[in-house]
């Protein structure tokens, strides 16, 4: 029985873990390139994450992934991913990767119990990925990509960020790059999280009804009934095993299903991506002796703060200071 309920009456199965805030790219949308990154001091230990995660696991939560930053770049985190999977209790282990370590790390991922994987990818075309990316290794996340599909991984799915007179010209292409692969794709809106300067947001925003209006041009899309516990919406596409897919955090807002809260790389226990609300459960795992609360008891309060919905509004300025990087994916 799940002692994991906020006062909505929702149920929090599903934990999104940031591993580390640091990231091998500088994407446009999720950060600055003279981003500053966490002192260590401030960063969990995996042997911290773990113990969270198992924490969270022992009440209830089923699905966990694993989020950075790019989490790839964190050190020994394999030690880390197959001590959460020996948790009995936990269903699925999955992570979000930009791609660019999966060449080399696919197989250990696959051994030590990842079972899906969402990559980041907005475009397949080099420029314009090292104009987004600010980093000149498409081949290699490219190559990362067909190495994972080579392999036995339960599900494969591509996240694209579209932005209008950016990347929206490659709507089509991207889904055929998915499907051609029987690999899943979600095209998902921008969230306005942290201060960026290399556009404006407001300009750039794609709706997923555009989205879909737009894919519907060359391929025969069908509302389907498959549900994941993400808050992706997808359609059945004829003739193809793969699925096309909406995130729409602005213009169809799926705060009343929500089951996730996240757990940030500074150990923060963040209750709604759109809001700042959120507990620091460092101090209960590095001075539990000064707590009057155990970890569990922790984490039973913090879901007091989750609130009811988010709100997003593209033309004032941001309200969430902090970069996606530092959330978690």
């Known amino acids: ?38 002192p260590r001091s401030q960063i969990l230990s995996l042997e911290e994450v773990v113990k ?29 991913l197959e001590q959460i999977t020996k948790q009995p209790g936990l269903e699925e282990l999955t992570m ?20 899906r994987i969402n990559i980041s990818l907005d475009t397949l075309k080099a420029d314009r990925f090292f104009a987004l990316t600010r980093r000149d290794k498409f081949q290699q996340v490219i190559d990362g990509i067909e190495k994972a599909a080579s392999l036995d991984f ?14 929206d010209d490659e709507l089509q292409n991207l889904a055929q790059f998915a499907l051609d692969r029987d690999m899943d794709i979600s095209f998902i809106e921008e969230m306005p999280l942290g201060v960026i300067t290399s556009h404006d947001r407001a300009a750039s925003y794609l709706s997923s009804d ?31 095993r793969g699925r096309i897919g909406v995130i729409s955090p602005h ?24 809001n700042e609300h959120s507990k620091d459960l460092k101090p209960f795992l590095r001075e539990p002796q000064r707590q009057s609360l155990t970890l569990e008891e922790g984490i039973i309060d913090a ?27």
């Open 52 to 80: 969270v995660a198992k924490t969270f696991i022992a009440m209830g939560t089923k699905r966990i992934r694993i989020t950075g930053g790019e989490p790839l770049v964190r050190k020994n985190l394999l030690w880390a």
């Open 154 to 167: 339960k599900k494969l799915k591509i996240n694209s960020v579209m932005l209008k007179h950016h990347n």
């Open 303 to 329: 879901l007091a703060l989750k609130p009811l919905e988010h709100h997003f509004n593209l033309d004032e300025a941001p309200q969430i200071l902090r970069f996606m990087s530092a959330t978690g994916g």
């Open 96 to 115: 979000t990767t930009n791609g660019s370590q999966l060449y080399k790390m696919a197989n250990d991922l696959l051994n030590v119990g990842v079972s």
């Open 1 to 38: 029985m799940s002692s994991l309920i906020d006062p909505y009456g929702r149920k929090i199965d599903y934990l999104r873990i940031s591993v580390t805030d640091k990231c091998d790219f500088r994407c446009t949308y999720c950060m600055d390139e003279d981003v500053t990154f966490l």
């Open 210 to 240: 555009d989205v879909i209006e737009q894919l519907s041009t060359q391929f025969t899309l069908n509302e389907s009934q498959h549900i994941t516990s993400g808050p992706t919406r997808y359609y059945d596409v004829t003739g193809y």
């Open 251 to 274: 213009s169809h807002n799926f705060c009343d299903t929500c089951n996730r809260i996240r757990l940030t790389a500074e150990g923060r226990l963040l209750l709604c991506l759109g």
